[in-house]
């Protein structure tokens, strides 16, 4: 493979709907190919013939401009929309067709080919536990509505831009999770011991850390060239945490590698809460 198909490649997601299924699946499997950039281009609520005719014209176009194939990852429910899709000349991987067909032989029945057909399957109670969950979530971030506490499920601590606030929310929208999190300031980290509004709930209190390349990273997008974001703060707050865990016995998960879904699903896996929840 020349040198440029290997370091770079258009991926074009194509969606009747939102996008987000085939955006969650395809960077799964890309995230498997390292060392090439994947340019996302995401084509939601192509619902309609003229609809799938234009993506396959902007996928058509970008072709001749590219040194290699665009790859198009699909869940187009609708069969003439898919063959519309199919001919396009990239390399169009059509995740509908892939599981559906072997289902249609086992079940001895065609699939219904209706589009949104998911939104029927919501329960009631399912979506309402959700919505308070997000409620709650987003009512106790960065260290808000500490009085509350105790009807948490969760309180994620540590440091400033360690990815609290996204992980809590991926646990409640997820796996309805009441996820707290509280911020470790400069402070707390001194005196070595849990903060008092965790320390009354430190059976639901997990630690968050990162590496101090990348929080140094993060924090200088958000406050450049600050003494914030300076690598030496940076690793003298996280040595100060860990050892604060360490010494309150928390379990402590890693951020620095994981993508929020892997978080999310490693704490409600481990602390049992959520739709992991043991009957």
Known sequence: MEESNSKRRVVFLVSDRTGISVEILSRNLLSQFEGIT???????????????????????????????????????????????????????????????????????????QTMGRTHGLIDAGDYRARIEAVDFTLSHDDGLGVPDYAAADVILAGVSRSGKTPTCLYLALQYHVRAANYPLTPDDLAQGMLPAPLEHHQAKVVGLTISPQRLQQIRDRRRPGSAYAGLRQCQTELRQADALFRGASLPVFDATEASIEELATNISHTLQIGRHRQS
């Open 38 to 112: 994947f340019d996302h281009v995401t084509m939601p609520f192509v619902d309609t013939v003229d609809k799938a005719n234009a993506a396959r014209a902007e996928i058509n176009r970008v072709v001749v401009m590219e040194a290699a194939p665009p790859l198009v990852f699909s869940t187009l429910v609708r069969e003439d929309l898919r063959e519309i899709l199919a001919g396009c000349d990239a390399i169009v991987m059509d995740f509908f067709q892939a599981f559906v067909t072997p289902l249609e032989q086992e079940l001895g029945m065609p699939a219904s």
